[in-house]
């Protein structure tokens, strides 16, 4: 019954989340085409849009329903989310040519395009941001957590670049668990704050979505480390095993299987 209605919550969602950016997004006939193609084709690829959705529910759980327009907040973060997934994916980064099912913005486009592509997402989700439909002094905190959440001190491109220089390091368990709660815990603790932000919440309950923001943004990045040994390309849709070509850092491969998920578990648990 539970589960039924979380899928229904998820489904839900992403209907929701999936219209304002088709909505939002220009079409592929604007000029110059090649860029909202690209675009495009990475943001409708597939994705879960679990950022937009913790977002909505943190909205929904401080306002009692969901506020009008928190799907542009949310549209704003899965831009975010992925502009940074087709830069990760760039030959420069992680070189992948599978995420979410389809070949990668650069393989389809040209890298020229595909950096240009993240590029515009990022910019395009100042502007939504902009707009939003919240008091102006929300929308300004809105603003500076995500820019932060997404910058370079305790943020997700300081965890891109801890990553990226921690390859075949075996970095200590500190050093692993700051690329994961900056490269990736950032950006979900963002998205929980400002859906909270956006529903006009106070003190206590943010630092509340902020805590919870934590403990699961950490879990999400370890859990996406397992699934990188445990699944194949087909159920990932991405290509799987491939933190161990490169000696990335992770948590199976400083803690074991077994460990890593009883990790995430206690801190799904505590959150
Ligand atoms: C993948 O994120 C990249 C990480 C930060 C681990 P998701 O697992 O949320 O990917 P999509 O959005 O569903 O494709
Ligand atoms: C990606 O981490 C983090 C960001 C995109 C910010 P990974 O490199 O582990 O993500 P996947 O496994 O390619 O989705
Ligand atoms: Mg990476
Ligand atoms: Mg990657
Ligand atoms: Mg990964």
């Given at each position: 019954m539970l589960t039924a209605s979380i899928q229904e919550t998820l489904e839900a969602g992403r209907h929701i989340v999936d219209a304002a950016l088709d909505r939002l997004i220009p079409p592929?006939?604007?000029?110059?085409?090649s860029i909202h193609r690209a675009m495009r084709h990475s943001v409708f690829?597939?994705?879960?849009?679990l950022r937009p959705i913790l977002c909505l529910e943190a909205a929904r759980m401080i306002a009692g329903s969901l506020p009008a327009g928190i799907e542009e907040l949310g549209s704003a973060l899965e831009m975010l989310h992925t502009y940074s997934l087709i830069h990760d994916d760039l030959p420069a980064l992680d070189?992948?040519?599978?995420r979410r099912g389809h070949p990668t913005c650069h393989v389809v486009y040209g890298e020229a395009t595909a950096i240009l592509a993240g590029d515009a997402l990022q910019t395009f989700a100042y502007e939504v941001l902009a707009k939003l439909r919240c008091p102006a002094e929300a929308k300004v905190r809105i603003i500076e957590e995500i820019a932060r959440a997404t910058g370079t001190v305790e943020g997700m491109i300081g965890g891109q670049v801890m990553d990226l220089e921690a390859e075949r390091k075996k970095p200590d368990g500190k050093t692993l668990e700051f690329i994961h709660r900056y490269k990736t815990g950032a950006l979900i603790t963002a998205s929980l704050v400002t859906g909270g932000l956006y529903a006009g919440c106070g003190h206590a309950e943010l630092q509340r979505l902020r805590d919870f923001g934590r403990s699961v943004g950490l879990a999400f990045q370890i859990i996406d480390d397992v699934l990188d040994v445990t699944q194949s390309s087909a159920q990932l849709g991405k290509t799987a095993g491939k933190d161990q070509a490169v000696e990335k850092a992770t948590y199976p491969a400083l803690f074991g299987l077994e460990a890593s998920i009883k990790q995430a578990d206690m801190l799904v648990a505590s959150g």
């Open positions: 592929v006939d604007q000029q110059p085409e690829a597939g994705g879960k849009r070189n992948d040519d599978l």
